[in-house]
């Protein structure tokens, strides 16, 4: 970890600059993250549909991917499966009894997944790295794939270590059979607790198989590394670019959905200042 050119100083930092700088306005007390829904719980279940009928089909393109929730994805990509951010549990939260609870259940449970060539951990937030959900498919014969230094909650919790592979941005690692992993970087950061802030780093990620390639973005804010992604990485046939997070209070850490729209293609990406005026 402390060869990492992202790492200094006791920790992993953020390299690219970010691009475009949210203005704090209105920032939310505690008590507004923790008890007040500001609107953001839906009045009705989500529409959802149970996949395994679906799962049960070749995939006759060689590319299909399953929304299981938030950053919880199953990638079938050339003959592979691989599941990010696999998040199961009902909180993403140090206590059972408090913080962001989940409108609804996943739509079908860890047990019914069809067998998995690997799990994609982009870095060691709750909302990403869950704690059930980590123990259930530790029971699986299945490697993870995951940033630098996360790989110490994962053996914590069950996985052998001879399972877990860290990456650090622009490194690769390729399954049995070919699907090749890259990490890449992203603008975000890192930590479960209150003294463990950027111990470990963050990532997005590049999938290729024999026919297609894929990008992840895990949790990132805009930054000059999305140039650089696609100068190295590049052409993708799916982008899965995350859009939440959209208030002021998280700054350039995330990207909301207009940094989203910014974000595709990547090649739009070296922007100095926002849009102060105009569509």
């Known amino acids: 970890m402390q060869a990492s050119r992202q790492y200094a100083d006791g920790g992993f930092a ?10 704090p306005e209105g920032r939310p007390t505690l008590a507004d993250f923790l008890f007040r829904g500001e609107g953001r ?3 009705r279940p989500l529409p959802a549909i149970d996949p395994r009928t679906v799962w049960a089909r070749p995939v006759e393109t060689g590319l299909r991917a399953t929304w299981l929730g938030h950053s919880t994805v199953l990638l079938e990509i050339d003959g592979h499966r ?16 408090l913080g962001p609870r989940r409108f609804q ?40 794939v995951t940033s630098l230094g996360v790989g110490l909650h994962l053996e914590a919790w069950g996985v052998p270590a001879e399972r877990i592979v860290e990456l650090d941005w622009w490194e690769r690692t390729v399954l049995p059979g070919g699907l090749a992993i890259s990490a890449a970087p992203s603008h975000h950061f890192s930590g479960r607790g209150l003294h463990d802030r950027n111990a470990t780093l963050w990532s997005s990620f590049a999938l290729r198989g024999e026919r297609h390639a894929v990008f992840f973005s895990g949790d990132t804010g805009l930054s000059p590394a999305f140039a650089e992604i696609g100068r190295r990485l590049e052409p993708f046939d799916l ?28 090649k739009v990406f070296c922007l100095s200042r926002p849009r102060l005026h105009g569509p």
């Open 82 to 97: 691989v599941l990010t951010d696999p998040v199961w549990g009902m909180r993403v939260s140090p206590l059972p009894f």
């Open 105 to 144: 259940p996943v739509p079908v449970d860890i047990a019914s997944l069809p067998p998995l060539d690997a799990v994609l951990i982009s870095h060691d937030h709750y909302d990403h790295l869950d704690y059930p959900s980590i123990r259930a498919l530790a029971k699986r014969r299945v490697p993870f």
């Open 14 to 23: 953020n390299t690219y600059p970010a691009s475009v700088q949210r203005v």
């Open 41 to 43: 719980t839906p009045a």
């Open 239 to 266: 982008v899965m670019i995350e859009v939440g997070a959209f208030h002021p209070s998280w700054g350039n850490v995330h990207l909301g959905p207009d940094n989203a729209l910014r974000a595709s293609p990547f």
